[in-house]
Nanobody, 124 residues
């Protein structure tokens, strides 16, 4: 079992940057696929990025966001640059033990563990 805690959200102006962190408990962090999702008010939770056998990004964040992990620190990161007002949402990190197929990576239902979320607000 793994528990996830996000941090690093906040209010930033358009064009600014934030780095989200996802701290995980447990001793097998390196064996988990890590993902980031976001949910804006009135919208469904959507895929942002994942790190499994490779790195995957939603088209809307490619070139601006970078997912990474530090297995020694049991932490995953989401570096967000050139932020836009449409990036405003609650951001969640998610995890699933093992590698995941392309189709599974993009689906929230595929992940077994979730953090509580951290709010990111981008002002115009």
């Amino acid at each position: 079992q793994v528990q996830l805690v996000e941090s690093g959200g906040g209010l930033v102006q358009a064009g600014g940057s934030l780095r989200l962190s996802c701290a995980a408990s447990g001793r097998t962090f390196g064996s988990y696929t890590m993902g980031w999702f976001r949910q804006a008010p009135g919208k469904e939770r959507e895929f942002v990025a994942a790190l499994s056998w490779g790195v995957h990004y939603a088209d809307s964040v490619k070139g601006r966001f970078t997912i990474s992990r530090d297995n020694a620190k049991n932490t995953a990161y989401l570096q967000m640059n050139s932020l836009k007002p449409e990036d405003t949402a609650v951001y969640y990190c998610a995890a699933r033990l093992g590698l995941m197929s392309d189709q599974s990576l993009y689906a929230a239902i595929s992940y077994d563990h979730w953090g509580q979320g951290t709010q990111v607000t981008v002002s115009s």
